[in-house]
């Protein structure tokens, strides 16, 4: 008989779960902790989803996504499609986005359909292919493109808004392949909609039909915890917000991963507040982090300190992530 095999959990060791993806390239999103929940950050070559509702920083978790991009692979190409009419450059630029180096698109040729999407993805993909250099494809939003039967049809005319979820399997299912070959991410930015009638399952859901639930690799929703406001002078004002993210599908790492961190306005993701709390959950933070005065530091040791602090929450989740595995292998090989 058989005997069963069992699996290396120790951790000190390095497991198949929580070994670094070889084969894969991550983009990070800014925020340690959620960049382990992904598996290591947006992995490039594939399609990654980020649903919302409003003022969960969305497009703010997009603009940090490309900042590292350039950050990761300088010689790289960003484009970023802004379909909602509200992108805000000056604000896009002080969380750190290289304008000069992002393609925005032509404004007399605006994105506003999944055709347009179709073909303007398509010649962006072309590119990297002739040129082998990795890419980072921004869509902001699925939600404000419409198909082009429904720009055609009559404002009174019924809808339901299948031709556009046809359109998005059509070429979701054409660019999966070319976007691993080019090394090219495509972030979709993905808003809530109510599931009316819905007495079972869940309760919200995006437009687009169910493409994305089949094609990303990743899929991510935020959630809006709390309005952090602080006062000056008697004076109370908003400074940020708490997020909550939850991995619903991940094809490159273990899904349904939450993090919670904090975004603050013209600044981005706490990334070193997010990465201190988790430790501390965890009981698992050094003395060393514990006595430092992040205000007071310079903004060198900062640096080298969040860096520092970094490696240590991506090795504390490794371990953590390897007490969870199974003990023992279900189909072990037969030994003589």
Known sequence: MAKRTRLKVDESEETIYTAPKTKLEFVSTG?????????GGFALGRIANVVGDKSTSKTSLATETVVNFFRQYPDGHAFYRETEFAFDTSYAEALGMPLDRVEFGDPEKLVVTVEDFARD???????RLSDG?????????????SDEAEMERDIGEGSYGTKKAAKMSELLRIAASKLERSRTLLLIISQVRENIGAMFGEKYRRSGGKALDFYASQVIWLSHMKTLTKTIKKVVRPYGIVVKSKCKKNKVAPPMREATWEFHYMYGTEDVLASVSWLEEVDRLPEKFQKIDWVKVSDAEYNMLR??????????????????LPKRSKYGKSEE
Do not use: M
Not at 121 to 127: I, P, W
């Open 31 to 39: 925020c340690t902790i959620l960049d382990c929940t992904l598996g």
């Open 121 to 127: 993805l398509g010649a962006f993909v072309h590119k």
């Open 133 to 145: 250099k990795p890419g980072i494809y921004v869509l902001d939003s699925l939600d404000a493109l």
């Open 307 to 324: 860096e520092e602090l970094a490696n240590e929450v991506k090795t504390v989740w490794k371990e953590v992530e390897s007490t969870f």
